[in-house]
T-cell receptor, first 109, second 116 residues
């Protein structure tokens, strides 16, 4: 089976940097994805790491360490609109995703 | 272009009734996925289609749940004899091919099902 653990909630102030961690246990590993979901909205893809290291996309970066079964999402220059839930996920055979429980990020002014 | 659409956006039904939830994937996407999301939790995989066939239905919770994709485009998730525990948001996602882990899944806004 597959399981992913991430903190349930994180709070940060506008303009700050926040890191959301994710640890996983999988039978077979293809990579780690991150999705953002605003309340009542659809999950939207943010990033995917197949190899160790840091991937940067604008204000968002994602890191993976396969040896530690660990990854994180880094959000810089936080904006109010970044308040949302963030999910790490691993694809299985056929690419169906197993999601973590989600981290609710609250950005305060 | 249009994204993934799902209808209805909300569905309220009574325990024991039958419901159908529809998903229109992005045009040309061969892979289609159904997930179920309970409040405060991550989406859980239900079923995956590659073209017209169900490639993996291991996430369907029991035989009351069934899904079809007869022409390889639109998909319908069918739930018989609904139970209060079926209440959740049902999400549909599509991806261009589904064969690679790098294939991004694009999600629809979901159908919020409430079973009274």
């Amino acid at each position: 089976g597959q399981s992913l653990e991430q903190p349930s909630e994180v709070t940060a102030v506008e303009g700050a940097i926040v890191q959301i961690n994710c640890t996983y246990q999988t039978s077979g590993f293809y990579g780690l994805s991150w999705y953002q979901q605003h309340d009542g909205g659809a999950p939207t893809f943010l990033s995917y790491n197949a190899l160790d290291g840091l991937e940067e996309t604008g204000r968002f970066s994602s890191f993976l360490s396969r040896s530690d079964s660990y990854g994180y999402l880094l959000l810089q220059e936080l904006q109010m609109k970044d308040s949302a839930s963030y999910f790490c996920a691993v694809p299985g055979a056929g690419n169906m995703l197993t999601f973590g429980g989600g981290t609710r990020l609250m950005v305060k002014p | 272009g249009a994204g993934v659409s799902q209808t209805p956006s909300n569905k309220v039904t009574e325990k024991g009734k039958y419901v159908e939830l529809r998903c229109d994937p992005i045009s040309g996407h061969t892979a289609l996925y159904w997930y179920r999301q309970s409040l405060g939790q991550g989406p859980e995989f239900l079923i995956y289609f590659q073209g017209t066939g169900a490639a993996d239905d291991s996430g369907l919770p029991n035989d009351r749940f069934f899904a079809v994709r007869p022409e390889g485009s639109v998909s319908t998730l069918k739930i018989q004899r609904t139970e209060r525990g079926d209440s959740a948001v049902y999400l549909c996602a599509s991806s261009p091919s589904g064969g690679a882990a790098t294939d991004t899944q694009y999600f629809g806004p979901g159908t919020r099902l409430t079973v009274l």
